[in-house]
């Protein structure tokens, strides 16, 4: 049985919860509830604080763990990121106060840093030559500058606003781009039958958030033009129908282009075109 860690709270928590909730697994009935037996899928999933779940996997007390590839970095483990989960999408950036000097990554030399993320900070720091004082801080780094107890911050970042209100700007490249992650432990092979199933189950689930089922009509001697606008994953489903000059095509196409591609459908001639949202796929 793969015992499977998931976040108990946090940004992260409840697209994994879905996420598993939709590949057939069974979740908590309570909040309250920090363990669930799956036997029927052959999982066991325990709720853990998401900046321990990396620990818990890495010493090989969970096989697996839905968290974020920060998290993983800025934990000291032998877990390892075996799956990219597409939700959960950050950025990991510098800031300093809107009037400071400090503008490149040199700048930073010698400067006091405030952030919660100490380990991954400093790799990224030692990596290109970079010394400065790392300020450690559990939460509202943004307020650190105001106080006095730092120069400068490295912060998680989506739209920015948290730090313009704090009178900061963002400078240099970005640390890291994250998103949430599946982590395996080191003692879990990669050909393991178990994860393989897991695995499947989240892709099959996963495609189907990005991608739409469409159908439409077409005739023969337009066809190859509309297979050129739908290829498909293999190809396309091409089915008679009761005129011999039309067939009907089944194709799989990305969600965030569904009315863009019906556009280029109807000018090659497709009619009768209908999307059907999917559920979960085995690709």
Not at 89 to 94: E, G, I, K, P, Q
Not at 124 to 137: D, N
């Amino acid at each position: 049985m793969l015992r499977i860690a998931v976040p108990n709270k946090g940004m992260l928590s409840e697209p994994s919860w879905n996420l598993l909730e939709e590949s057939g697994y069974k979740l908590r009935a309570n909040p309250r509830q920090l363990v669930v037996e799956d036997d029927e899928n052959g999982i066991e999933l325990f709720y853990l604080r998401p900046l321990d779940i990396a620990v818990y996997v890495g010493a090989g007390n969970i096989d697996l763990g839905l968290t974020g590839r920060d998290m993983l970095l800025n934990t000291q483990t032998d877990a390892t990121e075996h799956m990219q989960l597409g939700y959960g999408a950050s950025t990991f950036r510098f800031a300093a106060p809107k009037d400071s000097s400090i503008e490149t990554l040199q700048d930073i030399d010698g400067k006091r840093v405030a952030t919660s993320y100490d380990k991954l900070l400093s790799d990224y720091l030692t990596s290109r030559g970079i010394h400065a004082k790392i300020v450690h801080l559990d939460g509202a780094v943004e307020s650190s500058v105001q106080l006095g107890v730092a120069d400068l911050i490295a912060d998680v970042v989506s739209t920015g606003t948290t730090l313009r209100n704090a009178g900061l700007r963002i400078f240099a490249d970005p640390i890291l781009h994250s998103e949430a992650v599946l982590v395996k432990s080191p003692r879990i092979s990669e050909d393991n039958p178990e994860l393989a199933v897991f695995e499947r189950r989240l892709r099959g689930v996963l495609t189907a958030h990005r991608y739409v089922l469409m159908d439409y009509d077409i005739r023969k001697t337009n066809l190859a033009a509309a297979v050129e606008i739908t290829p498909g994953f293999e190809s396309p489903t091409i089915s008679p129908l009761r005129d011999d000059e039309w067939v009907a095509v089944r194709v799989m196409v990305p969600k965030n282009e569904v009315n863009a591609i019906m556009d280029r459908l109807y000018d090659v001639g497709a009619r009768g075109t209908i999307v059907t949202v999917l559920q979960a796929s085995r690709m």
